[in-house]
């Protein structure tokens, strides 16, 4: 892969952090049902946001590092 596409794959593991993150939030206020227990979902949540972040920062990392 060349450096401009490392970097736009970074960005689009960012943003589906924040998009995990908005609609769990929005789901939360607005949903009906719930089939885990709040703290389990709260983890899940927690942890799927931050390992997309964290992948996103590594990748857009190397992608600047790459020529």
Known sequence: ???KQ???????LINLGNL???LSII????G???NLEVGVSVFLIMYSVLI???AGIVIVGKG???D
């Open 6 to 12: 490392y970097e736009e794959l970074g960005k689009g």
């Open 64 to 66: 600047e590092k790459d």
């Open 32 to 34: 009906k049902t719930h």
């Open 20 to 22: 995990v993150g908005g």
């Open 52 to 54: 997309f972040y964290v």
């Open 27 to 30: 789901n939360g206020l607005f």
């Open 1 to 3: 892969m060349k450096q």
